[in-house]
Each structure stands twice: as C-alpha cells, then as structure tokens.
C-alpha cells in the first residue's frame, strides 16, 4: 500500500496504522514502568546476535544478556558499538537533565534492540525488563519504548540469617531474584542473640562461640529444644564473595550488625562484653535475652574493631547497627553504667542507649559511613545524620522525616514477610499475621502528612524476612514469594500507575517465570464466582481467613472457579473430602443443586505441573429459607 502512495502523509498514517498498540498488561512486566508503548508488532530475535557494549558497565551487564540468551539457545557475542551489525546496544548516555542514574529507556523495533541509561544500573534495570518480554517459550518478542526511573532510591529486601543459617548459594539466588525485580538493597541480618555469622578476624571466639547453639527451640514451643548443634557463618572470603555478587547486579549490601541488645551471641562468646559477669550461652529459644552490650570504654574498642572489618568488607555507604527491642535490666543493676549516668549527665535508660548510639555514629562517620537503625534509636534523640528503619508502624518514620533524618519505611504489617500469607491452620507455622498479596501491594510507603521536604527523607521501603519459622531454602522463598514483587512494585512504580487489577494481571506473566524459574512460591488457591439461576452474580461471599466462603443462596448455583497462576490445573470436591490430584478435575463451571433445608460444599485446589499445590478454597453454601447451623 505505502508503494503505491506517492504522498508521504499517507505513508506516516501507514506506519502509524502498522503501529497497533498492544495493552501494557500484556506484557507483565513487574514493577510496572513509568511509560510504556507496546505494539503488537514483534522482533524476532536471531540465533546468532551481537551485542554492542563497550565502558566496564556494558560489558557487565552484556555478559548478563549473553548468560541470558544462551539459556534460549541464542549464542550471543559481545562486539564494540562501532560494528553496525549488533542486534542488541548497550549505550551509556544521560537520558535527561536530572534523570536517575537508574532510569533506562529500552526500545525493541524492526531495527533491533537498545538499552540507553546514564548509568550502570539503568542499564541493568533495562535489560531486566528486556528479558521479562521473552515469552516462556520462543523467541519473538512485542516491539516496545519503554522510558523507566524508579519511584524510591532504597528498594530494600532483608534476610535474618542468625535464626537460622542460609549458605551463600541460597543467599546469592536471593539476591539475584531481588535485582531481577529491580530491587537494590539487601539487609543481611548478620549478628542476633541465636548466632553470629560473620568471621570477625581480631574476635575469633566470635565465630568459634558465637556462631553455634546447642540446640534448637522447635517450632514455638521454648519448652521443646531440638538438642542438635546448630552452626554456621561466613568466612570474610565469601562475604566479600557476595559482596561482589550484589555489585554485580546493582545491589548494594547493607550489614547489620546488632547493638546494644541481641548481643547474646557476642556476650557468650566474651562475657566482659556485657554488664555483669556470669556465663553466657547462645539463645536455643526465640525471643530476645537481657544479655546487651555494656557501654564501657571495652565494648566501644570491641565494637570499633569489629565494624573496622566489617566496614573493609562492605565497600557500600551504609551500616546497620540494630538498636531494637534493647532490654535495660543489667544496665540497671550496673555500676558501670551508674557512674557513665552521673558523669555524663544521662537521666534515663533510653538516654544511655541514645550515647552509645552516638559513639558508634561518630566512628562510622570518621570512617565516611551513614548509619541505620531501627526506629527505636530515636527514643533517647538521635543525630540528624542518622537513618531510621521505621518497624513499629511507621510513627517513628514520620517523626524521623519531620526531624530531618533519612528514613526506610519497613512496618511490621505489612513489610514483615515473614507473617502468614494463607491459612494458618493449614499454612507451614510463621510467626503470625496475615498479610496477603493483595494486602501486602495495596500499601503505600510514603506516610501521610508530609510536607513535599520531608517526603525526601523518605529513601524507600524494604521488606523483612525474619527467620525463626523458616528452617529451610524452601520455605524462604515460599515466605517470601510472590510478596517480594508486591514490595518491588511499591518501590519502583509511581504511585498513581499502581493498580491491583493490573498487578494480577500482569502477575500471570510472572507465576510463569517463578515456576520456570523453579522457584518455591506461594500459590493461591482457585477463585471462586458464583451466578444464581438468574444468571446474576451472587455477591457478598467472601472468603475469610482460612479461604472458606459460606452463604444462603436459591436452589441452584453455578460456580466458576479461577486461577492466577498460569497452566495450574484445579481439582475439586462437593462431598466435604479434601481435593488432590486424584479429585475431579476442573473444565467448567460446576452447578450445585440444593434440595430445601440443604447444604452444599465445594473445595478446590490449583496443582501446578511441578506437583506442587495450594492449599484448599472452600465453599458452603444452604439453601435460601433452610436452618443454618
Ligand atoms: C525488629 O523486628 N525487631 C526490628
């Protein structure tokens, strides 16, 4: 047609026609991108490309794109920008005036495909989502110009590795998931009362003590102890190892090293630490210990040799120093701590709490390091330099921005992942709550209240994976899937292009590549939707906690259920049996029939092909003008 056309206006409507958009959503890309134009054109991706990539940042991330395509039977080659030839451009450049040195914008047209950032990271940022337009299989993806920046500078995820102990395999695949999802703090939790796990040279005791339990409280019963020694750390050679990992991906490492409470570990691996003497042993039980660091002219010196390691391994510009849940009793019954009160003025306990908070801040600040604590080191005032992770809701964030100081939004709900995500009756034993997907998404990080001034001492949020419950890799990616791409969406998105609808969405695309990607997930159980006789929707049965929805309904309903996740297959019961693989299987709605004074009872569950399966949705229904129990 554009042959036969001899104006050029009408040539610009051809190409325009041929530009059909295709719906965003359609693509699942997560975190949604702040502007995306998808064509329902394609690109066709060679068995054999070139990738042009040049400065020490394209060529990392290059050779991420070349891992990636090998995987799809793409032999992929890294050539210089000059060769004309590459199918795929890695170009450093600044997108504009004040763009984030996070922002990319990627284009995939007739033409090829480029990634364009100002900066290492944009250039990973935008390869992620390059990857996320592959379809589960083949290799043609829709043509797009996508233009991204992320909403929050601190997109944090964080993992306790002292309740229980994660090796740096497990620890490097969550990081990596972490930046596939854009995400780029990881929060090791590397020192509680239950084990420290980082090799501290000047303290050996520290690991050769510190880093073993004799036993192990089962489930949450302090009364119940596994007796088996319980043992692990990282050697300074594969922190630095998972150091480089993260670097690699865009992730900066941000140690926690706790003080001056869930200090046991410490204390029991050198007791003048502490107070009081006595012997020490590290907790078997969950919960905390009255066991804290004493703030004496010792533990200061302590405490700078080991942040002086520390601070060696962690190249990053932040440390964290705890300073949550610290009990006071031995301060109390201290003489030490008495005459430090006389001598320096100090009149309470927080105040005591509020100095040693101090001395840290300025040694990590001599060392051109910001530090971070949880909200309650505010409680006996705080320099303006410091960093507040707000926990305890987020009053203590508020307060903090007002102030002035830097804050991460990471309330427990919903940022704690390690609350139940399901049914707990039937769910693997967490620590309690209830924050779902949709819960956990529909967050906002940014509190209310807050002048435009003190909304940029909001860094960011993180979401918390806290460990007492999760013994195995398993379940720490089943905890924290698919709630990590809720937090990667509430960081990284704007506000206003958030949308649950459109998460779920898009979330298909995404239980697709958690299960190619054989990742332990959360699977939800089936929907369910029920039309009367009348052919209308028969509202107001929601489930509960436990997924059970009951109601009063007329003599018949038909009842369609729905899964999110893609290729899951549903079985289902009405005899009150509880569904498997053997059940009857789900192809189309199912009538239920009930005769006057009757009760009805349907229960599904979703089996992925991996044999991996919800738990059950259930379904009781009585018959409209019956007894109901
Ligand atoms: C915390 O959860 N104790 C910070």
Known sequence: MGDECPSGGARVIAAVAAAALLSADALGIVPAPQSVQAFTATYAVPRQIAIAAQSPDERNVAAFAVAFFAQR?????????????????????????????????????????????????GLFYGLQTLEELFPANGNLIHQVEITDAPR???????????????????????????????????????????????????????????ACRSGTEVGNDPTTIDPHRYC????????????????????????????????????????????????????????????????????????????SEVLALFPGPYVHIGGDE???????????????????????????????????EQFLNSKHRRMVGWDEILDGGVSQTATIMSWRGISGGIAAARAGNDVVISPDPPLYLDHYQGDPTVEPLAIGGYTTLERLYNYDP?????????????????????TEFIPTPELLFYRLLPRELAVA???????QLRSWPSFSTRMRTQYAWLQAQNLPFHIPNPTMRLTGMDGLEVAGLQPNLRGISAGVVGPAVRVALDEAV??????????????????????????????????????????????RRSFATTLVLYRAGAQTP
């Open 73 to 121: 039977g793409i032999a992929a080659r890294v050539v210089s920008p000059s060769d004309t030839a590459a199918q795929l451009r890695f170009t450093t450049q600044a997108l504009s005036a004040n763009a984030s040195p996070q922002a990319y914008r990627l284009h995939v047209g007739d033409d090829g495909m480029r990634v364009n950032a100002a900066a290492g990271a």
């Open 152 to 210: 929050f500078r601190w997109r944090g995820i964080h993992l306790d590795v002292s309740r229980h102990f994660f090796g740096v395999p497990v620890v490097e695949r969550y990081i990596e998931v972490a930046a596939h999802f854009k995400l780029n703090v990881f929060h090791w939790h590397l020192t509680d009362d239950q084990g420290w796990r980082i090799q501290i040279l000047r303290y050996p005791r520290l690991t050769q003590v510190g």
């Open 232 to 307: 692990g750390f990282y050697t300074q050679a594969q922190i630095r190892e998972v150091v480089a990992y993260a670097k690699r991906r865009y992730v900066t490492v941000v140690p926690e090293i706790e003080m001056p409470g869930h200090a046991t570990a410490a204390v029991a691996s050198y007791p003048w630490l502490t107070c009081l003497p006595g012997h020490y042993e590290v907790l078997k039980v969950w919960g905390g210990s009255d066991d804290n660091f004493c703030p004496t002219p010792r533990t200061f010196a302590f405490l700078r040799g080991v942040l």
């Open 326 to 360: 610290v009990p006071r009793e031995a301060w109390k019954a201290s003489p030490a701590v008495q005459r430090l009160m006389r001598d320096r003025h100090i009149t309470t306990y927080a105040g005591v709490q509020a100095y040693f908070t101090r001395v840290i």
């Open 446 to 466: 940014m509190p209310p209240g807050l002048t435009a001034s003190q909304q940029r001492h909001i860094l960011g949020a993180q979401g918390n994976l806290w």
């Open 489 to 495: 969406e509430m960081t990284w998105t704007p506000a």
């Open 566 to 611: 893609p290729n899951a297959v549903i079985y289902y019961t009405t005899d009150g049996s509880s569904p498997s693989a053997h059940s009857t299987r789900y192809t189309a709605p199912v009538d239920l029939r009930l005769a006057p004074d009757a009760r009805a009872e349907l229960r599904a569950i979703a089996v992925l092909s991996n044999g």
